[in-house]
């Protein structure tokens, strides 16, 4: 089992950064893939970023190229969100996400919320103008 924390959520203005860090316990060395999902008000919870946990390979949705990025730190066990120049329309529930080796599939999307069999609680992410 992994267990899943968020933090680092907040009220910002449009323009500001804000940096999400979620960290993993439990079962850690059998993490795969982690990502980052949204879920804004009234909407279905979508894709943001993942990385490979090993190799730091990184897939970005395309609203988020060149204003976040995702890292990982495997000595900590956790992995951010890198938020800049944000947008009244980034505003919601961030979720962090862990994939175990056993249950990834290289198949599997990274993008797709099935590819993840561990999730966090979600930290708020609220954007103002």
């Known amino acids: 089992q992994v267990q899943l924390v968020e933090s680092g959520g907040g009220l910002v203005q449009a323009g500001d950064s804000l940096r999400l860090s979620c960290v993993a316990s439990g079962s850690t060395g059998s993490i795969y893939h982690m990502a980052w999902f949204q879920q804004a008000p009234g909407k279905e919870r979508e894709f943001v970023a993942a990385?490979?946990?090993?190799?730091?390979?990184?897939n970005y949705a395309d609203s988020k190229k060149g204003r976040f990025t995702i890292s990982r730190d495997n000595t900590k066990n956790t992995v951010y969100l890198q938020m800049n120049s944000l947008k009244l329309e980034d505003t919601a529930i961030y979720y962090c996400?862990?994939?175990?080796?056993?249950?990834?599939?290289?198949?599997?999307?990274?993008?797709?919320?099935?590819?993840?069999?561990?999730w966090g609680q979600g930290t708020q992410v609220t954007v103002s103008s």
């Open positions: 996400a862990a994939a175990s080796r056993a249950y990834y599939r290289i198949s599997y999307d990274p993008a797709g919320e099935y590819a993840y069999n561990y």
């Open positions: 990385v490979t946990w090993s190799g730091g390979s990184t």
